[in-house]
Structure formats: structure tokens, C-alpha cells
């Protein structure tokens, strides 16, 4: 079945540590995205990409990298100059082209805690 | 810039009872999308519906329903009869290209 697969589901992180969030795709989109959501709040864009070895800042790109090597993987990195990085991080992509317009597919999120 | 609101923070109803979620969203593309995402409590986003800004005809989906109204710039959804399992977060949002700009969330909580 084609969908997000997004990994660790759970993942904690000792202060001052670098952690990359994994999130694969095999639905062949050429558009992928993370987006941030804290308790309460709507989702953020941290970043996205609209194609291979392009990627662009979203609204809280602060504190965060990635990379965009293969059109299936777009890898999250949350370092250490991410003040406040405890939360929800959801990944997903989307199909573009022509005249047609494809809803969003999410990933199942990863939860980051910093301990 | 866009901005959406969705002044419900939480609604809480009785299963069989209809419910309807506001959204309320600003924009100045004059194209655009307009969604509406489900969070179940796994915590996956469930696609639900787009809209085309230019199409203001109401959609209905077997219990679900959507009202646009671009007069006042309103994309309200509406669950018929609902259930137990239509609990979750419900999310609203215009689309003016490259991203998706997400309301607060609506916690909709049906009770059996």
C-alpha cells in the first residue's frame, strides 16, 4: 500500500543533541513537508520541498535542517539551536502537476521529547 | 498572509446529534483552496474535503456536509447524526500554493 512512513513514533533527546526525524514516501509525490504541532495549536510549516535537492523555509525554520537527496526521503533534523523542540512533527506530501490539485498525505507523526 | 479561525476550541455533543464546526479564514490570493482535515486520536491527518474558491455550491458527503461562503469567508462543516468515532480534532485551511495554513483545531467530542 503506498502512503508516509514516518520513524521513530516516539523519540527523546538529552539536551544539546542533534536528532533526525525519518519520513518516506512511496505514493511518487514530487512535493513534501514538515509541519510542527504543539498542544492547542494548529500545525507549522518547518519546511518543504517541491523537488529533488530543493527545499524552502517554512514559518518556523529556525533550529531546524534538511535534505532532499531522493524524491521519496525528506529527513527532518532537529539541532541543538532549537530552543524548544519537545513536540508533534508531522510529515506529508503531495502530488503536483498540470491543472490537477491532490489533497495532502500525512504520516502518522513522531513524538520528540527532550529530556 | 493568511490566518484561519476556528473560534470552537471544543464541542461536545451526544451521539445522533448533528454538529457543526466553524471556520472562518483570511486570504488575498483570489484563488485558492480550501480544506478540511481530520486528527484522530493516533494522531494521523485524515484528508476530508478541498474546495475550489470559485466553486461556492455546498457539498455533501454522506453524514458530512460543507458550507462555503466566500461573502463572508466561511467554509463550515457540518457532521449529520454523528458517532463515537467522528471524535477527534478537526482542522480547517486555506491552501494559496505552497503550503497549508492550519486553524487551531476544533476538539469535537461525541459521547455515546
Known amino acids: 500500500d503506498g502512503g508516509i512512513t514516518q520513524s521513530p513514533k516516539y523519540l527523546f533527546r538529552k539536551e544539546g543533541q542533534n536528532v533526525t526525524l525519518s519520513c518516506e514516501q512511496n505514493?511518487?509525490?514530487?512535493?513534501m513537508y514538515w509541519y510542527r504541532q504543539d498542544p492547542g495549536q494548529g500545525l507549522r510549516l518547518i519546511y518543504y520541498?517541491?523537488?529533488?535537492?530543493?527545499?524552502q523555509k517554512g514559518d518556523i525554520a529556525e533550529g531546524y535542517s534538511v535534505s532532499r537527496e531522493k524524491k521519496e526521503s525528506f529527513p527532518l533534523t532537529v539541532t541543538s539551536a532549537q530552543k524548544n523542540p519537545t513536540a508533534f512533527y508531522l510529515c506529508?506530501?503531495?502530488?503536483?502537476?498540470?491543472?490537477?490539485?491532490?489533497?495532502?498525505?500525512f504520516g502518522s507523526g513522531t513524538r520528540l521529547t527532550v529530556v | 498572509a493568511q490566518k484561519v479561525t476556528q473560534a470552537q476550541t471544543e464541542i461536545s455533543v451526544v451521539e445522533k446529534e448533528d454538529v457543526t464546526l466553524d471556520c472562518v479564514y483570511e486570504?488575498?490570493?483570489?484563488?485558492?483552496?480550501l480544506f478540511w482535515y481530520k486528527q484522530p486520536p493516533s494522531g494521523e491527518l485524515v484528508f476530508l474535503i478541498r474546495?475550489?474558491?470559485?466553486?461556492?455550491q455546498n457539498e455533501i458527503s454522506g453524514r458530512y456536509s460543507w458550507n462555503f461562503q466566500k461573502s463572508t469567508s466561511s467554509f463550515n462543516f457540518t457532521i449529520t447524526a454523528s458517532q463515537v468515532v467522528d471524535s477527534a480534532v478537526y482542522f480547517c485551511?486555506?491552501?494559496?500554493?505552497?503550503?497549508?495554513?492550519f486553524g487551531a483545531g476544533t476538539i469535537l467530542r461525541v459521547k455515546s
Open positions: 505514493l511518487n509525490h514530487d512535493a
Open positions: 474546495r475550489n474558491s470559485f466553486d461556492e
Open positions: 520541498s517541491q523537488i529533488v535537492n530543493d527545499f
Open positions: 485551511g486555506p491552501d494559496g500554493g505552497n503550503k497549508l495554513v
Open positions: 506529508a506530501s503531495q502530488a503536483r502537476g498540470g491543472e490537477a490539485f491532490y489533497g495532502y498525505t
Open positions: 486570504t488575498r490570493d483570489t484563488t485558492y483552496y
